[in-house]
């Protein structure tokens, strides 16, 4: 199996469940990674055989931007299923980090895994 991956991916959105958390727009760093098969991708040197990652950051920062989810576990599922759904990924990593919500933490979040690792 190989991953196609995505890294701290940036996106502001409204995300808790304080009543000041509602009002504001936090940055979350996303970070993906998807089940893929290369091979034909290299072999035909074509984008068609390939996930087109900058496709994925487009729709991931379109529906968390969207969002007005009070957890992590929910935009973290919706992320998931959506990518998996449009872009026939079979198995994904997902991991959301809500950066500022600990002052003395680097970020605090969630990962989550969906699908079946090893099926392209």
Do not use: P
Request: net charge negative; charged share 30%; proline share 0%.
């Amino acid at each position: 199996m190989d991953t196609t991956f995505i890294n701290d991916l940036r996106v502001e959105t409204v995300i808790g469940v304080h009543d000041w958390e509602r009002k504001i727009r936090q940055t979350l760093s996303v970070d993906v990674e998807m089940a893929c098969d290369t091979a034909a991708a290299a072999k035909t040197d074509n984008l068609d055989k390939a996930i087109d990652y900058s496709a994925v950051c487009e729709r991931l920062l379109a529906v968390a931007t969207d969002s007005e989810c009070q957890l992590l576990e929910t935009l973290a599922e919706t992320l998931c299923h959506t990518i998996m759904d449009e872009f026939n990924v079979a198995w994904m990593r997902l991991r959301l980090n809500k950066r500022a919500a600990i002052k003395q933490a680097g970020g605090v979040g969630i990962i989550i895994e969906r699908g079946v690792q090893g099926k392209t």
